[in-house]
C-alpha cells in the first residue's frame, strides 16, 4: 500500500520567514493534495498537482510535484499568523481507487508573531 | 454552495453503545468517502460511497459501516464502541470528474468513548 512521509513533524518560524514542507511517497504519485487543518476541525483544500513539474500557487503558497511523480513540496513565503495549523499531503492510489485518499502524517506549523 | 454538512459535532458514548454518524454532501456530488483521524495513526480511509454503492473499504473491522441515500447523504455506524474508537470523524465529499478528484471535508464529528 502507499505511504506517504512528510517532513519535518513540526515546524516554528517567525512570522514573514519563508518555510518548505516536503512529502515523499513510496510509490508514483497519481494526483497528490495538499490540505490545511485547524485543530480539531475538517481539512481545508488548498491545491491538487497532477503532472510532473506541475507547479501550483494560490495566495503565497505554492506547491511543486517533482519529475518522478514520487515527491511534493509546499512553500510559504513571507510566513504569516494566519498560515499557523497542520498541512496534510494525500494521495490517490489511481485505478478505481478514486475516493480513497492516502494521508501523510501532517507537519504542524506554528508562526510567531 | 452550502459545504459539507457533519451532524452532530460532538458525541459522548460508553463503551458497548453504538453510534451514527450523518454526512450531508455538497449538492451535486455524489462521491462520499469517511475517514477516522487519531493523535497515534493519523487520518485513515474508513470507506467510500458513490451512487448508494460502497466502492472502497479501508482496513477497519466490520463493527464500522456504512450507508448511503439516493439523496446522496451518508451514514456511518460504529457498534459495540470501544475505547479506540474515540476520534475525529470526518467526512468529504466529490465531484469526480476523470481523475480529478478533489475532496471537500465537513467539520467532522468528534466521538469519546468512556
Known amino acids: 500500500s502507499q505511504e506517504l512521509e512528510q517532513s519535518p513533524q513540526s515546524l516554528i518560524v517567525q512570522e514573514g520567514k519563508n518555510l518548505t514542507i516536503n512529502c515523499t511517497s513510496s510509490?508514483?504519485?497519481?494526483?497528490l493534495y495538499w490540505y490545511k487543518q485547524k485543530y480539531g476541525e475538517g481539512l481545508i483544500f488548498l491545491m491538487m498537482?497532477?503532472?510532473?513539474?506541475e507547479e501550483k500557487s494560490h495566495e503565497k503558497i505554492t506547491a511543486k510535484l517533482d519529475e518522478k511523480k514520487q515527491q511534493s513540496s509546499l512553500h510559504i513565503t513571507a510566513s504569516q499568523p494566519s498560515h499557523a495549523g497542520i498541512y496534510l499531503c494525500g494521495a490517490g492510489a489511481g485505478g478505481t481507487s478514486y475516493g480513497k485518499l492516502t494521508f501523510g502524517q501532517g507537519t504542524i506549523l506554528t508562526v510567531h508573531p | 454552495k452550502a459545504g459539507v454538512t457533519q451532524t452532530p459535532r460532538y458525541l459522548i458514548k460508553t463503551r458497548g453503545q453504538q453510534v451514527t454518524l450523518s454526512c450531508s454532501p455538497i449538492s451535486g456530488h455524489r462521491s462520499v468517502s469517511w475517514y477516522q483521524q487519531t493523535p497515534g495513526q493519523g487520518l485513515q480511509f474508513l470507506f467510500e460511497?458513490?451512487?448508494?454503492?460502497?466502492?472502497n473499504k479501508g482496513n477497519f473491522p466490520g463493527r464500522f459501516s456504512g450507508r448511503q441515500f439516493s439523496n446522496s447523504r451518508s451514514e456511518m455506524n460504529v457498534s459495540t464502541l470501544e475505547l479506540g474508537d474515540s476520534a475525529l470523524y470526518l467526512c468529504a465529499s466529490s465531484l469526480q470528474r476523470g481523475f480529478k478528484n478533489i475532496q471537500y471535508f465537513g467539520a467532522g464529528t468528534r466521538l469519546s468513548v468512556l
Open positions: 510509490k508514483t504519485l497519481y494526483g
Open positions: 460511497y458513490f451512487s448508494e454503492t460502497q466502492r
Open positions: 498537482l497532477q503532472k510532473g513539474g
